[in-house]
Structures are given as structure tokens and as C-alpha cells.
């Protein structure tokens, strides 16, 4: 695939409004979400491709079979139908390509990292009727189907194979050491997804710094949300100083250092220091 290039500047004010908007919504649409973020990473996706990427999760969704039972049932449905006859799971390579986290190359390459995958699973169930949410498992993304008490896990990144309880404690145990609570089995919310998918893109340019325009925009787009973490504005400082933006930089800390200054007045000084540090970039 070549490497994705930004849309132009006024393709990527529209996409950034109407991300806003729906993220802002009463229920948000957790598909349109992800598609908006992969346009404003990729130029290449256009109204076209956006529509073409809705028009395959519905006929994905018109493919499984009509209210198979319960939560298990649909489970077993989904593995059988994306798993085996579709062929969507992930490997190890896929955390090394930011494709894997636009949703419309996941949709195509049928394979992905676990958040996007699971969004697949989460639209095409949806669609057909089922009882699906995504699980926010520290590390690892995966699909819940059912209430609490009668609750089935499946790992779309393994094929949608149904976990059990010792399956889902592994992954929790492997990626913090720690055992699983049952709070992180809770539903996630469609616009803690998205924040984790921009955090996934993000994590991938900073390993890439001659890509920090593509973290600037998951940033960017990460600030747009409801509910994000305050020290976003000092990460999207620092990418601003990284590109040569100097002043604006050095503005972005300014103000990321007066909403310091209320709870830790020396961390505050210590990010004014690297303002003026911006500042003297200029001279």
C-alpha cells in the first residue's frame, strides 16, 4: 500500500466538523466515527469510499443468519460467518502498519488490530440485531455479546474465537501482570473506541517521526471528542515544536500550562520553561 497522505485543507476542515458533530451526538455512530478518522489520515478516502465501506458491513450483516439464538449463538455466528468464510483476523505484523487501524483498509484487507476488527464485528452484528458491545480489555480490544449475567466474549483478532473466562483472565494477566476486575468487562462507549483507535494511531507515528503529521492529526481529532485526557494539548505542543511551529508550540504550552498551574504549580513553571525554550528556537 502507499504510504496515506492527509486530505487538503478543506476536505480536512469538513471531515474535522463532521467528526465533531456526530461524536457530539446523542448516539453516536460508531462506524461513521472511525471512517472520518481514517479520511482525515487518508486523502485517498473520499465520499465514495465512505459510502462503499457502510455498503459492505450491511451486506456483511444481510449474510449471517436470521436471530440465531443467544449471546453464544450469536458469538458462533460471527466466527463463522467473518472468521472462516471472510477470513478477517490480525497478526503480529499488523500492529506495524497504521492501515490496520483505518477502518475502509481494514474492511478490505480483512485483517486489522483488534479495536478495528472488533468495530467490524460491533457493525455487523448491530446491524443484524444482536446484543454486541466492544470490551475494553487492557491491551487487547475484544467483543461482548449479552447482558452481564449470561455475558460471551469472542477475540475478532483470533478469527472471533469465543473466550472463556479463563481465556479473557490470560490476556488481562498477559498485558498488566494484573488479574481481571470484572469493571473491565463493563460496555465500552463508541467514543472511548474511537479515542483508543486515535491513541493506536498516534502510538504508531511516534514510532515514525517523519510521520508526526499523522499524529498531529490524531491529536487533533482526539481533542474534538467529548471527553479526553487534558495532557493532549501538551502532546499536541511538543508535535507543534517537532514540525517547526515554534510559536505555536510555545502557545499550546502557554495554555497547557495555566490549566496546570491549579493543581501543580512547579510542573506548571517547568512547562513555561519549554515555552520560552520554544520562543528561543526563533531567534
Known sequence: MRPPYPPPPERSAEVRRRFAEEARSERPDLSLLCLLAAAEADGALDEAGLDAAQVELDRLAGLL??????????????RELLGERCGF?????????VESSL???VL?????????LSVVWMEVARRAGAPVYGVALPGHFVVGFGAAEEQVLADPFDG??????????LLVVGATGAPLDPSMLAPAAPVEVVLRILNNIRAWAAARPER???ALRAVDLSLLLPSRPARLRYERAQLLVQRGDFVGGATELEAYAEVVAAVDEPAAERVRGQARAARAMLN
Request: no cysteine.
Open 89 to 97: 483476523h490480525g497478526t503480529p505484523a499488523d500492529y506495524r502498519r
Open 103 to 105: 477502518l475502509h483498509e
Open 212 to 214: 508526526s503529521d499523522v
Open 65 to 78: 443468519p436470521y436471530r440465531p439464538g443467544g449471546p453464544r449463538a450469536w458469538a458462533e455466528a460471527l
Open 108 to 116: 478490505r484487507r480483512r485483517r486489522g488490530l483488534p479495536i478495528l
Open 160 to 169: 472471533g474465537r469465543v473466550l472463556t473466562g479463563a481465556d479473557a483472565e
